[in-house]
Nanobody, 123 residues
C-alpha cells in the first residue's frame, strides 16, 4: 500500500521560496504509469493543481498560472518528490498535498494522497 507524506516549513515569509518534500513509501516513484502531483487548497477555497513529475524521465508539467514560479523535482534514491515555489505571497497560503495519479484513455485518476501540510505565508 502506497503512502505519501508531505513535510516542510509551516511558515514562509513573503518573497521567499516555499520548499516541500513528499516522501513515498510502499511504491517506487519510478513505477510505470504513475505521475506524482502537487495540489493545494487555500483556506475556504477549492483544490488547485500545481503540477506533476513523470515516472519515466522526470519531466514536468505545471499549471500555466504557476508555471513561472514552480519547480518539481525528484530524488529517486530517497523516493521523494520536491516542490519549490518562488516569490511567495500571502495568496500562496494553503494546505499542500502530494498525490499519485494515473492516466488511461485520456482520463486522469488520483488514487493516493498525502495527509497534507499547511503552509502560511506571513511576515
Amino acid at each position: 500500500q502506497v503512502q505519501l507524506q508531505e513535510s516542510g516549513p509551516g511558515l514562509v515569509k513573503p518573497s521567499q521560496t516555499l520548499s516541500l518534500t513528499c516522501t513515498v513509501s510502499g511504491a517506487s516513484i519510478s513505477t510505470v504509469n504513475y505521475y506524482w502531483n502537487w495540489i493545494r487548497q487555500p483556506p475556504g477555497k477549492g483544490l488547485e493543481w500545481i503540477g506533476y513529475i513523470t515516472y519515466y524521465d522526470g519531466s514536468t508539467y505545471y499549471s500555466p498560472s504557476l508555471n513561472s514560479r514552480t519547480s518539481i523535482t525528484r530524488d529517486t534514491s530517497k523516493n521523494q518528490i520536491i516542490l519549490q515555489l518562488t516569490s511567495v505571497t500571502p495568496e500562496d497560503t494553503a494546505e499542500y498535498y502530494c498525490a499519485r495519479s494515473t492516466e488511461k484513455y485520456g482520463i486522469t485518476s488520483f488514487d493516493s494522497w498525502g495527509q497534507g501540510t499547511l503552509v502560511t505565508v506571513s511576515s
